[in-house]
């Protein structure tokens, strides 16, 4: 199971955060979705343990939107987000499975489909990582991006069938750069997959979607980490 380091760095939630909107049933699920119903293109973006309601995660969602993405944030903790005081994270692991909401996904997915999506990405944060591997394993989309990813495996990358992309931290202690290497080294052996690996130096588990605006060098990793994510999904979505 994940460590505890997962949920250091926690965010303020905000429900009323964010440019887009709030829909209480897209594809069955509550979701925070952003961008132009008009667009052929879509991602969904999934949280890590802290949920939908992250200010940082809402914000990213928004300028995906502003690169022409349909963009949906759904709530796959059911409203119930990992709390910083809580004294047992293996437990809330336990009842916060990513293949059930592998599971739930795809109605989502589907309902992306019915709006006229022709392609869709998807990419997840820690926890939410997880959620996008089980999908790219399956013919559910078309890119994946996963930043800062726990609970993935080796198994996983072996199985992924769609163009990836692992945005990895230097320090991070469940998914290690060793481990990173690893689904790097699955990657290139695998010549019908299109992928890309990247370890960031000097920073810690959760940077892309957890981090102080008042830190330079923070900020500039998030925006780096963002700007790798929205390139791959201009590749391989548009």
């Known amino acids: 199971m994940a460590s505890s380091h997962c949920f250091e760095n926690p965010p303020a939630l905000d429900p009323a955060c964010g ?3 709030v829909v209480d049933d897209f594809g069955g699920q509550k979701a925070y979705v952003a961008g132009s119903a008009e667009a052929k293109v879509a991602v969904v973006l999934v949280s890590d343990a802290f949920g939908f309601e992250a ?19 759904p709530d796959f903790l059911h409203g119930d987000p990992y709390e910083p005081n809580n ?22 997915i589907a309902a992306l489909k019915e709006k006229g999506m022709s392609t869709i990405g998807a990419a997840g944060y820690c926890w939410g990582a997880k959620v996008v591997a089980e999908l790219a394993k399956a013919p559910e989309i ?11 495996t080796v198994d996983d990358i072996k ?17 290690p750069p060793e481990l990173v290497k690893q689904f790097e080294q699955v990657l290139s052996a695998n010549s019908a997959v299109a992928h890309f690996v990247k370890i960031f130096p000097g920073v810690t588990h959760g940077w892309a979607v957890r981090y102080s605006d008042d830190d330079e060098a923070a900020v500039k990793s998030a925006e780096e980490a963002f700007a790798d994510m929205t390139g791959w999904f201009d590749k391989h979505l548009k």
Do not use: T
């Not at 009842?95 to 795809?106: I, M, Q, R, V």
């Not at 199985?159 to 998914?175: M, N």
């Open 19 to 21: 440019g887009g909107e």
């Open 55 to 73: 200010p940082k995660l809402r914000e990213i969602a928004d300028k995906v939107a502003l690169d022409g993405y349909f963009v949906v944030v």
């Open 87 to 108: 004294p047992n994270p293996l437990q809330w692991l336990q009842s916060h499975d990513p293949e059930k909401a592998f599971e739930e996904a795809k109605p989502v």
């Open 142 to 152: 078309q890119a994946a991006v996963m930043s800062h990813p726990s609970l993935v």
């Open 159 to 175: 199985e992924v069938r769609c163009p990836i992309c692992v945005l990895g931290a230097k320090i991070d202690q469940f998914s």
